[in-house]
């Protein structure tokens, strides 16, 4: 039966080849290879989302004071939480201890057991379990709809180019969630995260020449004179912009933008668990991808908020590739949104893995006898080698995919109830839990200095996810009101 165990965890672990001699880690899974920079890869694929090119709206609702210091605020909580998760990996000894494989197990290494499990413990891990996974989910569903939405841009933007910016252009959004659906049919078939390096990388590289591409775009804007926009230190203008419930509600939908285009929690368990062991150990090769990462993207975030902001003033749209901010020139923009498509196809990939993972290994767990879902048959890939091929992966993922496209396309406003979803989410996976495993690691006595400070900063953050989930519900009823069904976006 033990040797039966593991190879049933193999299996769901990416041993592709099937050979039973090959080298694993001391748990008995796949050596991990990964790096630092392969760390880093992932990080920045899953933070710079086609949202860094909406940072010149949140900018405007903020102004230049507040904007840039809220950025930076957010990258340094982000780092500073992200480095005490990374030490959480093992337990109870950031180097030398036992493994944890998502971040469920982690919170039930270091919260669950310290309590009465079945009444506080429980309800943490569960807690975390519903905030980690329901983003995740969410975010699948949300990316879909915002690659379909880069697509449809293509199209538009040639439209305008040949018959003038006052046509209208429309295009359904659906057959291009098809397409990113296909894609991700074939691509959710890769066993791992091990196996999605280079995928990350690409998507890495397409997220800079997008970001490039639209400050290149926005310096230009500045540096062509004309009519120069409008800004302010404090924002756009209460009696000239907005009302004064409209500034309220959109600085706060700002503030909960920024600090949710950081989070990358959901992931940071499962992409330390595909770094090599030494040298350096898990949670300093992680401290050091996420100082890389975190560091790449506030850089591209300063760029495109700041330089966006001037090129646009009060008036920057939601996302001025894909919202039309730029017309000209229709092949440098056509570009940009492709590189968009391209970098949500592996951004897709990082999220919905652990997804994948966590069904596979409790349905393993659950029928360890069944051969459909511990079953794995090599099949010759050309060009490829052996790949292996489960039919319960098959189906299930299979299935996934296509009930995330299919919630696309009935839910297209479903990004405004993603934001939703983040503010939910932020606080306990960004911010709680990485303080409170920190102090129950460090054992921190009860209202020492270092204790009562961390408190302070958990629940600070608390109350931006409470303005940001305000903020957010504001927005979705307002895209419900505006929702017009089967229309095709102009």
């Given at each position: 039966m033990e040797k039966k165990s593991m190879f049933i965890e193999q299996s769901f672990t990416g041993n592709k080849s099937g050979d039973m001699n090959k080298n694993f880690d001391d748990d008995g899974r796949e050596k991990r290879t990964g790096t630092w920079m392969t760390g880093s890869a992932h990080i920045i694929t899953a933070v710079i989302g086609s949202g860094v090119l909406s940072l010149a709206w949140a900018i405007a609702q903020l102004g230049?004071?507040?904007?840039?210091?809220?950025?930076?605020?957010?990258?340094?909580?982000?780092?500073?939480?992200?480095?005490?998760?990374?030490?959480?990996?093992?337990?109870?000894?950031?180097?030398?201890?036992?493994?944890?494989?998502?971040?469920?197990?982690?919170?039930?290494?270091?919260?669950?057991?310290?309590?009465?499990?079945?009444?506080?413990?429980?309800?943490?891990?569960?807690?975390?379990?519903?905030?980690?996974?329901?983003?995740?989910?969410?975010?699948?569903?949300?990316?879909?709809?915002?690659?379909?939405?880069?697509?449809?841009?293509?199209?538009?933007?040639?439209?305008?180019?040949?018959?003038?910016?006052?046509?209208?252009?429309?295009?359904?959004?659906?057959?291009?969630?098809?397409?990113?659906?296909?894609?991700?049919?074939?691509?959710?078939?890769?066993?791992?995260f091990h196996d999605l390096s280079w995928l990350s990388i690409l998507a890495a590289v397409m997220s800079f020449s997008y970001a490039s591409i639209g400050v290149g775009l926005s310096i230009a804007k500045v540096a062509g004179g004309g009519v120069h926009a409008r800004t302010a230190l404090t924002g756009v203008t209460v009696g000239v912009d907005v009302t004064g419930s409209e500034k309220v509600w959109r600085t706060f939908q700002a503030v909960g933008d920024i600090a949710f285009a950081y989070a990358y929690s959901t992931v940071l368990i499962e992409i330390q668990d595909t770094l090599k062991a030494s040298p350096p150990s898990e949670n300093k090769a992680m401290k050091r991808a996420s100082l890389v990462g975190v560091s790449t993207t506030t850089?591209?975030?300063?760029?495109?908020?700041?330089?966006?902001?001037?090129?646009?003033?009060?008036?920057?749209?939601?996302?001025?590739?894909?919202?039309?901010?730029?017309?000209?020139?229709?092949?440098?923009?056509?570009?940009?949104?492709?590189?968009?498509?391209?970098?949500?196809?592996?951004?897709?990939?990082?999220?919905?893995?652990?997804?994948?993972?966590?069904?596979?290994?409790?349905?393993?767990?659950?029928?360890?006898?069944?051969?459909?879902?511990?079953?794995?048959?090599?099949?010759?890939?050309?060009?490829?080698?052996d790949f292996g091929i489960s039919l319960f992966r098959l189906v299930w993922r299979t299935s996934y995919v296509v009930v995330t496209a299919v919630v696309a396309m009935i839910f297209p406003f479903f990004n405004d109830f993603l934001g939703l979803i983040g503010a939910a989410s932020f606080w306990p996976l960004t911010v709680y839990f990485p303080i409170e495993m920190h102090i129950a690691q460090k054992k921190m006595k009860k209202f020492s200095f270092?204790?009562?400070?961390?408190?302070?900063?958990?629940?600070?953050?608390?109350?931006?996810?409470?303005?940001?989930?305000?903020?957010?519900?504001?927005?979705?009823?307002?895209?419900?009101?505006?929702?017009?069904?089967?229309?095709?976006?102009?």
């Open positions: 230049w004071v507040a904007g840039p210091a809220v950025l930076m605020a957010f990258s340094f909580i982000t780092y500073f939480t992200s480095t005490m998760l990374a030490d959480c990996y093992r337990s109870p000894d950031p180097v030398t201890g036992k493994r944890n494989y998502t971040y469920m197990e982690v919170v039930r290494s270091y919260l669950g057991l310290l309590m009465l499990w079945k009444k506080i413990g429980g309800r943490k891990v569960m807690l975390c379990g519903l905030a980690q996974y329901g983003n995740l989910i969410g975010i699948t569903i949300g990316y879909t709809i915002t690659a379909s939405i880069s697509m449809v841009a293509v199209k538009r933007s040639n439209c305008f180019h040949e018959n003038g910016h006052n046509v209208k252009c429309s295009t359904s959004n659906t057959p291009f969630m098809i397409i990113f659906a296909c894609i991700q049919i074939v691509l959710s078939q890769i066993p791992n850089f591209f975030y300063m760029l495109c908020g700041c330089v966006g902001y001037a090129a646009f003033g009060n008036n920057a749209p939601g996302n001025f590739l894909t919202g039309f901010g730029f017309y000209e020139p229709f092949w440098l923009i056509d570009f940009a949104n492709v590189c968009i498509a391209v970098h949500l196809v592996g951004a897709y990939q990082v999220f919905c893995q652990p997804i994948f993972q966590f069904v596979e290994s409790q349905s393993a767990k659950r029928w360890p006898d069944n051969k459909f879902i511990t079953g794995e048959y090599k099949m010759n890939v050309p060009c490829g080698g270092t204790w009562t400070w961390l408190k302070i900063l958990s629940w600070a953050c608390f109350l931006v996810s409470l303005v940001a989930a305000a903020g957010s519900v504001q927005g979705l009823i307002q895209s419900l009101k505006d929702f017009k069904p089967f229309q095709a976006p102009e």
